[in-house]
């Protein structure tokens, strides 16, 4: 069974940092797109950035600048170094991965449940 298991998440103060890191486990044959989402209370979940296997990365507007995401095709893992925090960022942040299980059975979408960052001003 495929699982995506984050971790890091925590508070923090404003203008602080965390590293997000995410491990993808389980029998599959290809991880594609993986990336960080994130919801705030009350708000829809929002793409924050994602990478490509090639390691083609895209940020959300807010995050360029202070966030950058990273991954491990080795060892099945990404990372979202987080700087800058502002109370805005308050969050649960969710990884993605697009998952290929087989040659026949290609992206399929998973989500880990979630690591909570509360950044306090």
């Known amino acids: 069974q495929v699982q995506l298991v984050e971790s890091g998440g925590g508070l923090v103060q404003a203008g602080g940092s965390l590293r997000l890191s995410c491990l993808a486990s389980?029998?599959?044959?290809?991880?594609?797109?993986m990336g960080w989402y994130r919801q705030a209370p009350g708000k829809q979940r929002e793409l924050v950035a994602s990478?490509?296997?090639?390691?083609?990365?895209d940020y959300t507007l807010s995050a360029k600048g202070r966030f950058t995401i990273s991954r491990s095709n080795a060892e099945n893992t990404i990372d979202l170094q987080m700087n800058s925090l502002k109370p805005e960022d308050t969050a649960v942040y969710y990884c993605?991965?697009?998952?290929?299980?087989?040659?026949?059975?290609?992206?399929?979408?998973?989500w880990g449940r979630g690591t909570l960052v509360t950044v306090s001003s």
């Open positions: 993605y991965a697009s998952i290929d299980y087989s040659l026949k059975m290609k992206d399929m979408d998973h």
């Open positions: 389980g029998g599959f044959y290809r991880l594609n797109l």
């Open positions: 990478i490509t296997s090639a390691g083609n990365t």
